[in-house]
Structures are given as C-alpha cells and as structure tokens.
C-alpha cells in the first residue's frame, strides 16, 4: 500500500499541471488557437494557486486542469 502525504501528492499534481502546459505551449507554437491560450492560463493559474491548497482534499486543481 503507498501512502501519499501533501507534499508528495502536491509534488504529482505539480509536475502534472507542468506537463501538460508544456505540451499545450508546444502544440499551440504549430496551430495557434484562443481555446489553447485559455487552456495554458488557467494551468499556469492552476499551479500558481496548488500550494495554497489546505489539504489534499482540497486539490480540484487537477480536475479544473484535466477539465481545461
């Protein structure tokens, strides 16, 4: 069984908001669109906001980005 304390689970949820932005940055250099550059800011918004998170019950942010 692995158990995940805040800083572990942050950490995942962290470079995963990261990943994702890039690959969207990436993608948008060659077919540049509004909804990517909405997209890459609310990741950007997402991982700014990840570390005033109070519990890990409380990391929608992934959600919210997933969602994006």
């Given at each position: 069984m692995v158990v995940f304390d805040c800083c572990n689970a942050e950490a995942i949820v962290?470079?995963?908001l990261h990943n994702s932005r890039a690959l969207l940055l990436k993608l948008n250099r060659r077919?540049?669109?509004d909804?990517?550059?909405i997209a890459i800011a609310l990741l950007?918004?997402?991982m700014d906001k990840l570390?005033?998170?109070e519990s890990m019950?409380?990391?929608g942010y992934e959600g919210?980005?997933?969602a994006a």
């Open positions: 962290a470079a995963k077919r540049h669109t909804e990517a550059l950007a918004d997402c570390s005033l998170a019950d409380a990391r919210k980005a997933a």
